[in-house]
């Protein structure tokens, strides 16, 4: 079973930074696209950063310049580093993960895999 961990959430000042980490345990094949979202409270989901397995990145505008998404493959993880934190990043961020998990048989699966959420509070 492929299970992802988030972790690096917590309380800062505005104008500050967090790490966050999206850590993939379990028995599986790779892990390809990763994603990473976030929930305020009152508010739809929103997709923030995006690093495909070769490492291209994308970005929502307003995290643009302050945000950067990078994976360690090595370790399977991906992290999301957050700078020049406002009070507006304040949400529930969670990755996503397209895994590919592969069979005794050799079957290879695709596998939609969610963390658990990290809560990032961001004071004024």
């Known amino acids: 079973q492929v299970q992802l961990v988030e972790s690096g959430g917590g309380l800062v000042q505005a104008g500050g930074s967090l790490r966050l980490s999206c850590a993939a345990s379990?028995?599986?094949?790779?892990?390809?696209?990763v994603h990473w979202y976030r929930q305020a409270p009152g508010k739809q989901r929103e997709l923030v950063a995006t690093?495909?397995?070769?490492?291209?990145?994308n970005y929502v505008d307003s995290v643009k310049g302050r945000f950067t998404i990078s994976r360690d493959n090595a370790k399977n993880t991906v992290y999301l580093q957050m700078n020049s934190l406002k009070p507006e990043d304040t949400a529930v961020y969670s990755c996503?993960?397209?895994?590919?998990?592969?069979?005794?048989?050799?079957?290879?699966?695709?596998?939609?895999?969610w963390g658990q959420g990290t809560l990032v509070t961001v004071s004024s």
């Open positions: 996503n993960a397209d895994i590919t998990t592969r069979s005794n048989g050799g079957k290879f699966r695709s596998l939609d895999a």
């Open positions: 690093i495909i397995s070769h490492g291209s990145t």
């Open positions: 379990g028995t599986f094949f790779s892990m390809n696209a």
